[in-house]
Structures are given as C-alpha cells and as structure tokens.
C-alpha cells in the first residue's frame, strides 16, 4: 500500500513528524525513501492504547 493512500490517521500523524529523521519540513518530511513501513498493535510489549512502527530506508533516506 502506498503511504500516500492513507490520508489521515495515528501512523500518517506520526509519519509526517518524522522530517527531522527523515528530511523535508514539517508535515511533509522526504518519506519517498521509506521502503518498509511495520505497524504493530495487540503485541505482549505494548500497551493497548500504543502502537509501534518500525521504517526500513533506502538510498534515499538520510543517515
């Protein structure tokens, strides 16, 4: 699925913050590095109102 098909929502909140990490500016960071975005919900290690997310870049991701 294409990040950009999800037009609100916590991952996509969440995502748009990331432009320190990831570059760009505020509520459009450089996200077209991202190749793996992995949402986690209902795990033993989180708590029911929390989420995690794990992104896997590529080239064009910053270090």
Known sequence: MNIGEIPDGPVKHILDCLHPILGGKEGSPN???????TVMKGTDDLANDEIGITIWGGKNLIS
């Open 31 to 37: 996200d077209m590095g991202i190749e793996q975005v």
